[in-house]
Antibody, heavy 121, light 107 residues
Protein backbone atom coordinates (compact mmCIF):
# COMPACT_ATOMS: atom_id res chain seq x y z
CA UNK A 1 0.00 0.00 0.00
CA UNK A 2 1.39 3.36 -1.01
CA UNK A 3 2.51 5.62 1.81
CA UNK A 4 3.82 9.19 1.98
CA UNK A 5 6.19 10.53 4.62
CA UNK A 6 7.18 14.17 5.06
CA UNK A 7 10.53 15.17 6.48
CA UNK A 8 12.49 18.36 6.90
CA UNK A 9 13.22 21.26 9.17
CA UNK A 10 10.61 21.86 11.85
CA UNK A 11 11.89 25.31 12.80
CA UNK A 12 12.79 27.98 10.26
CA UNK A 13 13.92 31.54 10.90
CA UNK A 14 12.02 34.43 9.32
CA UNK A 15 13.27 35.38 5.83
CA UNK A 16 14.90 31.96 5.38
CA UNK A 17 13.80 29.07 3.15
CA UNK A 18 11.58 26.23 4.31
CA UNK A 19 12.59 22.86 2.84
CA UNK A 20 10.56 19.66 3.03
CA UNK A 21 10.71 16.28 1.31
CA UNK A 22 7.98 13.72 0.75
CA UNK A 23 9.16 10.12 0.40
CA UNK A 24 6.88 7.81 -1.56
CA UNK A 25 6.94 4.14 -0.53
CA UNK A 26 4.97 1.13 -1.67
CA UNK A 27 4.67 2.42 -5.22
CA UNK A 28 6.37 4.48 -7.91
CA UNK A 29 6.21 8.23 -8.12
CA UNK A 30 6.03 7.75 -11.90
CA UNK A 31 2.87 5.64 -11.87
CA UNK A 32 0.36 6.63 -14.52
CA UNK A 33 -2.82 8.37 -13.43
CA UNK A 34 -1.28 10.08 -10.44
CA UNK A 35 0.51 13.31 -9.55
CA UNK A 36 1.71 14.91 -6.35
CA UNK A 37 0.92 17.96 -4.27
CA UNK A 38 1.77 19.94 -1.16
CA UNK A 39 -0.98 21.30 1.10
CA UNK A 40 -0.68 23.21 4.35
CA UNK A 41 -2.85 24.01 7.36
CA UNK A 42 -2.04 26.86 9.79
CA UNK A 43 -2.88 26.08 13.42
CA UNK A 44 -6.64 26.13 13.95
CA UNK A 45 -7.34 27.06 10.33
CA UNK A 46 -8.36 25.41 7.06
CA UNK A 47 -6.49 23.71 4.26
CA UNK A 48 -4.51 25.60 1.61
CA UNK A 49 -3.20 24.01 -1.57
CA UNK A 50 0.41 25.03 -2.24
CA UNK A 51 1.40 23.37 -5.49
CA UNK A 52 1.50 20.36 -7.79
CA UNK A 53 4.09 18.33 -9.66
CA UNK A 54 3.90 15.59 -12.25
CA UNK A 55 6.68 12.98 -12.37
CA UNK A 56 7.93 14.61 -15.59
CA UNK A 57 8.66 17.73 -13.55
CA UNK A 58 5.74 19.89 -14.72
CA UNK A 59 4.58 22.16 -11.91
CA UNK A 60 1.67 24.42 -11.03
CA UNK A 61 1.51 26.66 -7.97
CA UNK A 62 -1.07 28.51 -5.92
CA UNK A 63 -1.01 32.04 -7.38
CA UNK A 64 -0.84 33.53 -3.88
CA UNK A 65 2.44 31.67 -3.19
CA UNK A 66 3.85 31.31 -6.69
CA UNK A 67 6.69 33.82 -6.30
CA UNK A 68 8.11 31.94 -3.30
CA UNK A 69 7.43 28.27 -4.07
CA UNK A 70 9.50 25.65 -5.85
CA UNK A 71 8.44 22.00 -6.06
CA UNK A 72 10.79 19.43 -7.56
CA UNK A 73 10.86 15.67 -8.09
CA UNK A 74 13.65 13.12 -7.75
CA UNK A 75 12.48 9.97 -9.54
CA UNK A 76 15.66 8.07 -8.59
CA UNK A 77 14.82 8.51 -4.90
CA UNK A 78 11.04 8.24 -5.39
CA UNK A 79 10.44 11.54 -3.66
CA UNK A 80 9.39 15.12 -4.25
CA UNK A 81 10.30 18.29 -2.42
CA UNK A 82 9.01 21.70 -1.43
CA UNK A 83 10.96 24.90 -0.98
CA UNK A 84 9.26 28.05 0.28
CA UNK A 85 11.46 31.14 0.41
CA UNK A 86 11.29 34.33 2.47
CA UNK A 87 9.13 32.76 5.14
CA UNK A 88 7.26 34.73 7.79
CA UNK A 89 5.21 33.73 10.81
CA UNK A 90 2.22 33.39 8.48
CA UNK A 91 3.90 30.33 6.96
CA UNK A 92 3.74 28.46 10.27
CA UNK A 93 1.60 25.42 9.54
CA UNK A 94 1.32 21.69 9.29
CA UNK A 95 2.56 20.77 5.83
CA UNK A 96 1.11 17.72 4.09
CA UNK A 97 2.16 15.94 0.94
CA UNK A 98 -0.60 14.14 -0.95
CA UNK A 99 -1.24 12.09 -4.06
CA UNK A 100 -3.51 13.48 -6.77
CA UNK A 101 -5.67 10.78 -8.31
CA UNK A 102 -6.79 11.76 -11.80
CA UNK A 103 -9.20 8.83 -11.95
CA UNK A 104 -10.88 10.60 -9.05
CA UNK A 105 -11.01 13.93 -10.91
CA UNK A 106 -8.20 15.57 -9.00
CA UNK A 107 -8.99 14.34 -5.49
CA UNK A 108 -6.20 13.81 -2.97
CA UNK A 109 -6.61 10.13 -2.13
CA UNK A 110 -3.48 9.48 -0.07
CA UNK A 111 -1.92 11.89 2.43
CA UNK A 112 1.21 11.94 4.51
CA UNK A 113 0.83 12.31 8.26
CA UNK A 114 1.92 15.94 8.07
CA UNK A 115 4.86 17.80 9.57
CA UNK A 116 4.66 20.92 11.70
CA UNK A 117 6.84 23.82 10.59
CA UNK A 118 7.25 26.81 12.86
CA UNK A 119 8.69 30.10 11.63
CA UNK A 120 10.37 31.86 14.53
CA UNK A 121 13.64 33.52 15.40
CA UNK B 1 -9.77 31.68 -9.19
CA UNK B 2 -12.68 29.52 -8.13
CA UNK B 3 -13.87 30.11 -4.57
CA UNK B 4 -15.59 27.45 -2.51
CA UNK B 5 -18.12 28.47 0.14
CA UNK B 6 -19.14 25.89 2.70
CA UNK B 7 -22.10 26.14 5.04
CA UNK B 8 -22.62 25.99 7.88
CA UNK B 9 -19.27 26.68 9.51
CA UNK B 10 -20.34 24.79 12.62
CA UNK B 11 -23.10 22.26 13.03
CA UNK B 12 -24.37 20.83 16.33
CA UNK B 13 -26.06 17.46 16.01
CA UNK B 14 -26.90 14.31 17.94
CA UNK B 15 -26.06 10.69 17.27
CA UNK B 16 -28.57 9.35 14.78
CA UNK B 17 -29.30 12.72 13.14
CA UNK B 18 -29.26 13.25 9.40
CA UNK B 19 -26.65 15.88 8.61
CA UNK B 20 -26.20 17.90 5.42
CA UNK B 21 -23.27 20.15 4.54
CA UNK B 22 -23.37 22.41 1.48
CA UNK B 23 -20.54 23.61 -0.73
CA UNK B 24 -20.99 26.22 -3.44
CA UNK B 25 -18.49 27.01 -6.18
CA UNK B 26 -18.09 30.51 -7.61
CA UNK B 27 -18.33 29.02 -11.11
CA UNK B 28 -19.23 25.68 -12.60
CA UNK B 29 -16.83 22.83 -11.80
CA UNK B 30 -18.89 20.01 -13.30
CA UNK B 31 -18.26 17.13 -10.86
CA UNK B 32 -14.62 17.91 -10.03
CA UNK B 33 -15.38 17.96 -6.32
CA UNK B 34 -14.24 15.90 -3.35
CA UNK B 35 -15.12 15.76 0.34
CA UNK B 36 -12.75 15.05 3.24
CA UNK B 37 -13.07 14.32 6.94
CA UNK B 38 -10.41 15.57 9.34
CA UNK B 39 -10.00 14.75 13.01
CA UNK B 40 -7.75 16.74 15.37
CA UNK B 41 -4.06 16.06 14.81
CA UNK B 42 -4.71 13.87 11.78
CA UNK B 43 -4.42 14.25 8.04
CA UNK B 44 -7.63 14.68 6.06
CA UNK B 45 -9.28 11.49 4.83
CA UNK B 46 -10.96 11.26 1.44
CA UNK B 47 -14.67 10.39 1.70
CA UNK B 48 -16.21 11.29 -1.66
CA UNK B 49 -14.72 11.96 -5.10
CA UNK B 50 -16.26 12.99 -8.42
CA UNK B 51 -18.97 14.66 -6.32
CA UNK B 52 -20.85 11.44 -5.56
CA UNK B 53 -18.47 8.44 -5.64
CA UNK B 54 -17.79 6.81 -2.28
CA UNK B 55 -14.13 6.08 -1.53
CA UNK B 56 -13.37 2.46 -0.75
CA UNK B 57 -13.78 1.64 2.92
CA UNK B 58 -15.94 4.67 3.72
CA UNK B 59 -19.25 3.79 5.41
CA UNK B 60 -22.33 3.96 3.20
CA UNK B 61 -23.99 6.48 5.54
CA UNK B 62 -21.86 9.08 3.76
CA UNK B 63 -23.11 10.30 0.39
CA UNK B 64 -22.43 13.18 -1.95
CA UNK B 65 -24.52 14.86 -4.59
CA UNK B 66 -24.57 17.84 -6.92
CA UNK B 67 -22.89 19.16 -10.02
CA UNK B 68 -22.05 22.52 -11.49
CA UNK B 69 -21.91 24.95 -8.59
CA UNK B 70 -23.85 23.38 -5.72
CA UNK B 71 -22.88 20.24 -3.85
CA UNK B 72 -23.91 18.47 -0.66
CA UNK B 73 -22.39 15.94 1.70
CA UNK B 74 -24.95 13.98 3.68
CA UNK B 75 -24.45 11.72 6.66
CA UNK B 76 -27.63 9.68 6.90
CA UNK B 77 -27.32 8.72 10.58
CA UNK B 78 -24.57 10.47 12.53
CA UNK B 79 -22.31 8.15 14.49
CA UNK B 80 -19.93 9.00 17.37
CA UNK B 81 -16.94 8.55 15.06
CA UNK B 82 -18.31 11.19 12.67
CA UNK B 83 -17.73 14.19 14.91
CA UNK B 84 -14.99 15.95 12.96
CA UNK B 85 -14.36 18.77 10.49
CA UNK B 86 -15.38 18.30 6.88
CA UNK B 87 -13.91 20.06 3.84
CA UNK B 88 -14.95 20.25 0.23
CA UNK B 89 -12.31 20.65 -2.48
CA UNK B 90 -12.52 21.57 -6.15
CA UNK B 91 -10.14 21.11 -9.05
CA UNK B 92 -10.05 23.27 -12.18
CA UNK B 93 -7.23 23.86 -14.65
CA UNK B 94 -4.38 22.82 -12.35
CA UNK B 95 -5.66 24.86 -9.45
CA UNK B 96 -7.14 23.33 -6.33
CA UNK B 97 -9.26 25.13 -3.71
CA UNK B 98 -10.73 23.97 -0.40
CA UNK B 99 -13.83 25.18 1.35
CA UNK B 100 -13.30 26.74 4.77
CA UNK B 101 -14.55 23.67 6.60
CA UNK B 102 -17.59 22.60 8.63
CA UNK B 103 -17.10 21.43 12.19
CA UNK B 104 -19.66 18.85 13.28
CA UNK B 105 -20.06 19.03 17.06
CA UNK B 106 -21.96 16.99 19.60
CA UNK B 107 -25.25 18.64 20.56
Amino acid sequence: QLQLQESGSGLVKPSQTLSLTCAVSGGSISSGGYSWSWIRQPPGKGLEWIGYIYHSGSTYYNPSLKSRVTISVDRSKNQFSLKLSSVTAADTAVYYCARVNWNYRGAFDIWGQGTMVTVSS
Amino acid sequence: DIQMTQSPSTLSASVGDRVTITCRASQSISSWLAWYQQKPGKAPKLLIYKASSLESGVPSRFSGSGSGTEFTLTISSLQPDDFATYYCQQYNSYLWTFGQGTKVEIK
